[in-house]
């Protein structure tokens, strides 16, 4: 069956540089893979979604890459502020309801 | 323009006892999730609804389980007989029908089940 994986539990960055968490799935590539923000103690949070024959997508300052070949979504976050600092979870769609990743936890440090 | 709502958003319950969720999803979503999640886990499917037709209850955990969308608008789901392992944050999500969206979901704020 298709896994979600999302091999990194936390990451700790510095103010300012660029966060980028990793996604991994296996067997076929997924119509979609969507990511979310959770905040602790409450529901995730739409944050972007790519199709698999796209190779990127932007939103502010967040940035989503599909890499089919790899079968690998990498996700960024450009200029990070302690706001930042979350649970980002990876989740793949297509036909069926969303599965989810276990999630990465960040901190950006001031 | 409400989000998804859920009551209660906290539950403490004696093992044995039967309890019960509402979802109340966006009004112009006709579909309709549930989700279990324990800490340090992704949430974990359970159901979907689309209007009122339950389309996959074959990951619901176990027949203690049940859920319902009697009218296609608010669903609840049940849990009889809990036990410890259903402690958990139990998410609802609604999205719009395939087709008028890509299956981006908006989550609810969560039950959180204690059981003792």
């Known amino acids: 069956s298709q896994k979600i994986e999302q091999n990194s539990e936390a990451l700790n960055i510095q103010e300012g540089k660029t966060a980028t968490l990793t996604c991994n799935y296996t067997?076929?590539?997924?119509?979609?893979l969507q990511w979310y923000r959770q905040d602790p103690g409450r529901g995730p949070v739409f944050l972007l979604l790519?199709?698999?024959?796209?190779k990127e997508k932007r939103k502010e300052r967040l940035k989503v890459t599909f890499d089919t070949t790899l079968k690998q979504s990498l996700f960024h976050i450009t200029a990070s502020q302690p706001a930042d600092s979350a649970t980002y979870l990876c989740?793949?769609?297509?036909?069926?309801?969303?599965?989810f990743g276990k999630g990465t936890r960040l901190s950006v440090i001031a | 323009d409400t989000g998804v709502s859920q009551d209660p958003r906290h539950k403490i319950t004696k093992r044995g006892q039967n309890v019960t969720f509402r979802c109340d999803p966006i009004?112009?979503?006709?579909?309709l999730y549930w989700y279990r999640q324990t800490l340090g886990q992704g949430p974990e499917f359970l159901t979907y609804?689309?209007?009122?037709?339950?389309?996959?209850k074959s990951r619901l955990l176990s027949d203690r389980f049940s859920a319902e969308r009697p009218k296609g608008s608010f669903s609840t789901l049940e849990i009889q007989r809990t036990e410890q392992g259903d402690s958990a944050m139990y998410l609802c999500?609604?999205?719009?029908?395939?087709?008028?969206?890509?299956?981006?979901?908006?989550f609810g704020p969560g039950t959180r089940l204690t059981v003792t």
């Open positions: 999500a609604s999205s719009l029908p395939v087709g008028a969206s890509r299956g981006e979901q908006y």
């Open positions: 067997n076929y590539s997924p119509a979609y």
């Open positions: 790519i199709r698999e024959n796209e």
């Open positions: 989740s793949y769609s297509g036909n069926t309801p969303l599965v």
């Open positions: 009004s112009e979503h006709n579909r």
């Open positions: 609804f689309q209007n009122e037709a339950q389309l996959e």
